[in-house]
Nanobody, 122 residues
Framework: QVQVAESGGGSVQAGGSLRLSCEATGYRGGGFCLGWFRQVPGKEREEVTSIWALGAITYYTDSVKGRFTISEDNAKNTVYLQMNSLKPEDTAVYFC???????????????WGQGTQVTISS
């Protein structure tokens, strides 16, 4: 019954911007978070940024700090990822996931979306 769906991917030139959206429905549990993960061929899946539904504690991987911003609308169970100053190295399939908070702002994924392709060219 838990469903996670992301959208907003596409192709953009280096230096451009994209905004991704993720809606999670049907989630039940003692804790809740939403996170963005990305994966490229030959590389392990990476946690890009996550946010806790209560308290808005966030995590960002070092490579996106100052460029990406995660935000949430708890009433809609929706999280957004604003990506600015995009680089070719940001090219990946981006996955949204719902899960359980741990550490500081981290999110252990349990339910995954299908992924959306982000391609940055130069």
């Amino acid at each position: 019954q838990v469903q996670v769906a992301e959208s907003g991917g596409g192709s953009v030139q280096a230096g451009g911007s994209l905004r991704l959206s993720c809606e999670a429905t049907g989630y039940r549990g003692g804790g809740f978070c939403l996170g963005w993960f990305r994966q490229v061929p030959g590389k392990e899946r990476e946690e890009v940024t996550s946010i806790w539904a209560l308290g808005a504690i966030t995590y960002y991987t070092d490579s996106v700090k100052g460029r990406f911003t995660i935000s949430e609308d708890n009433a809609k169970n929706t999280v957004y990822l604003q990506m600015n100053s995009l680089k070719p190295e940001d090219t990946a399939v981006y996955f949204c996931a719902a899960g359980s908070p741990y550490g500081v702002g981290r999110c252990a994924p349990a339910y995954w979306g299908q992924g959306t392709q982000v391609t940055i060219s130069s």
